[in-house]
């Protein structure tokens, strides 16, 4: 048995050590918001966060998030209470066709927990998941609103 903690709940599954993390989410746990998309840690539509820090789940070993906090866009705004870039990707319109989003969201994150007043270039830099539809500009102005409302917290 692997125990990882999802979304602020503990969690017990008894699957291979090498499965991908992402195949636990979905398949094991039900947590659906993590994508498959390519399953060679490129696209990053499976970003969640293990201990804080973004992971492509695709290919992350359930075994390495053994004992660690899992959080995916499932767990990011508990009590109904929207994230700051969850609000800010809403109010900028940046999804088109959203089956990117969840591991862009969980990437900006991530960004402004570690620079909270990202640069262009900051964000360029740590905003590698690809999005088909081309959103990247609508990102970039999201991820700069939600630093300038001062409410992410590092």
Known sequence: MIQLTVNGRSREVDVEP????LWVLRDVLDVKSPK?????????ACTVHVNGEPVRSCSFPVSAAAGKRVLTLEGLAPAGRLHPVQQAWIEHQVPQCGYCQG???????AL???????TDKDI???????C???TY????TAI???AKSGKVKA
């Open 144 to 146: 700069h609103a939600a």
């Open 124 to 130: 360029d830099e740590a905003m590698t998941n690809i």
């Open 112 to 118: 402004l927990r570690k620079k909270p007043n990202p």
């Open 132 to 134: 088909r539809c081309g």
């Open 137 to 140: 500009a609508r990102i970039r």
């Open 36 to 44: 498959f998309g390519c399953g060679i840690a490129q696209c990053g």
């Open 103 to 109: 591991g862009q969201i969980l990437a900006a994150v």
């Open 18 to 21: 090498e499965m991908p993390l």
